[in-house]
């Protein structure tokens, strides 16, 4: 389906409806929406990988790894300004990226999703072993320099950088280059067949994916003015951005938007009850049920519901 000028109606109302938010909900929600924001960031970097081509990745904090480690050793021991420094981790986390895990796209299957996950696995190991003065070793980093104060500015910041690449990815992916990413998760070996290369296809998706996790990670570190490994390369961390991906939507680019926020505020709203982590035993067992119920996301969901009105209102 080509462009409308109603698609671009609906984003702009999307974006007006969300830098209305510091207006209407209290200062607490505010925070909650910003670690919504990037959550969606990591769910549509993700997607443009996985979601498209159907690789499954379960190593992405690798590529969110190296653009926050980079931006945050740059600027903690080496005094660069942070708008030098979130550019430099953005080219480090596609060129290492691309090193690391381009040949890794050569396998299929659960091999891909392994070898993923050895290589966030090993990034971990690494952080603490290897230079630990300038990594943090264990205890990582804090003091780092941050973007912006306070909830109001960082829900603005983080606001217009999510819209900002999920309408890009958008417009992306309605080109007849996404068209061909999506075709290679339905049947690679047609694409292939058709005379499309699939190994460019895949470069330009991994590429589109590292940019946004690098950026996300980047700006992720210094808002939060510190970075753990424990955290970052924790493996909860890697399930939330795929169920934030599946449960919206896989293959669209406001599923993950959706799913993020479901999920972000899902937690949060259990945080009282469930402290701990076993609060990720419900929102796993709500997002099973979920994904088992309507396995095309919350976006379909959604899109049933509108129907339904409109079928009623006519």
Same mark, same amino acid.
């Given at each position: 389906m080509g462009l409308r000028w109603y698609h671009f109606a609906l984003w702009a109302a999307f974006a007006a409806g969300m830098f209305l938010l510091p207006e209407i909900v209290p200062r607490g929600t505010l925070r909650t929406i910003i670690f919504a924001n990037f959550l969606a960031i990591f769910a549509i970097s993700w997607d443009t990988l996985s979601g498209r081509t159907g690789y499954v990745s379960f190593?992405?904090?690798f590529l969110i790894g190296i653009g926050a480690y980079t931006t945050a050793i740059l600027t903690k021991r080496f005094d660069v300004p942070v708008e030098i420094?979130?550019?430099?981790?953005?080219? =480090? %986390?596609?060129?290492?990226?691309l090193i690391v895990l381009l040949p890794a796209l050569r396998? *299929?299957?659960? $091999?891909?999703?392994?070898? #993923?996950?050895?290589? =966030?696995?090993?990034? $971990? /190991?690494?952080? /603490?072993?290897?230079?630990?003065?300038? #990594?943090g070793g264990?205890? +990582?980093?804090? !003091?780092l320099?941050?973007? %912006?104060?306070?909830?109001v500015n960082g829900f603005y910041m983080s606001t217009a950088l999510m819209l900002s690449i999920a309408f890009t990815t958008w417009l992306l992916m309605k080109t007849r280059l996404g068209t061909a990413l999506s075709a290679i998760g339905m049947n690679e070996e047609a694409v292939a067949g058709s005379g499309l290369s699939? #190994?460019? &296809? *895949?470069?330009?998706?991994? #590429? @589109?994916? @590292?940019? %946004?996790? !690098? &950026?996300?990670?980047a700006v992720y570190v210094h808002y939060l003015g510190s970075i753990a490994p424990r955290a970052l390369f924790d493996i909860n961390f890697v399930f939330t951005i795929i169920v934030a991906a599946l449960i919206?939507?896989? +293959?669209?680019?406001? +599923?993950?938007? &959706?799913? @993020?926020?479901?999920?972000t505020f899902l937690l949060e709203y259990l945080r009282p009850w469930l402290p701990g982590a076993e609060r990720y035993l419900i929102y796993g067992g709500v997002a099973l049920v979920l994904y088992m119920y309507q396995p095309k996301g919350l976006i379909y969901l959604m899109g049933q519901a509108v129907r339904r009105v409109r079928k009623g209102a006519a």
């Amino acid at each position: 389906m080509g462009l409308r000028w109603y698609h671009f109606a609906l984003w702009a109302a999307f974006a007006a409806g969300m830098f209305l938010l510091p207006e209407i909900v209290p200062r607490g929600t505010l925070r909650t929406i910003i670690f919504a924001n990037f959550l969606a960031i990591f769910a549509i970097s993700w997607d443009t990988l996985s979601g498209r081509t159907g690789y499954v990745s379960f190593g992405h904090p690798f590529l969110i790894g190296i653009g926050a480690y980079t931006t945050a050793i740059l600027t903690k021991r080496f005094d660069v300004p942070v708008e030098i420094s979130i550019p430099l981790a953005v080219l =480090m %986390t596609m060129v290492g990226g691309l090193i690391v895990l381009l040949p890794a796209l050569r396998i *299929k299957g659960s $091999y891909f999703a392994l070898v #993923t996950l050895a290589m =966030m696995e090993l990034m $971990y /190991q690494l952080v /603490q072993v290897i230079r630990p003065d300038l #990594t943090g070793g264990t205890r +990582g980093m804090s !003091g780092l320099p941050t973007l %912006t104060r306070g909830a109001v500015n960082g829900f603005y910041m983080s606001t217009a950088l999510m819209l900002s690449i999920a309408f890009t990815t958008w417009l992306l992916m309605k080109t007849r280059l996404g068209t061909a990413l999506s075709a290679i998760g339905m049947n690679e070996e047609a694409v292939a067949g058709s005379g499309l290369s699939v #190994t460019r &296809l *895949k470069l330009v998706a991994f #590429t @589109a994916s @590292a940019f %946004t996790a !690098g &950026l996300g990670g980047a700006v992720y570190v210094h808002y939060l003015g510190s970075i753990a490994p424990r955290a970052l390369f924790d493996i909860n961390f890697v399930f939330t951005i795929i169920v934030a991906a599946l449960i919206g939507g896989a +293959g669209t680019t406001i +599923g993950p938007i &959706l799913g @993020a926020f479901f999920l972000t505020f899902l937690l949060e709203y259990l945080r009282p009850w469930l402290p701990g982590a076993e609060r990720y035993l419900i929102y796993g067992g709500v997002a099973l049920v979920l994904y088992m119920y309507q396995p095309k996301g919350l976006i379909y969901l959604m899109g049933q519901a509108v129907r339904r009105v409109r079928k009623g209102a006519a």
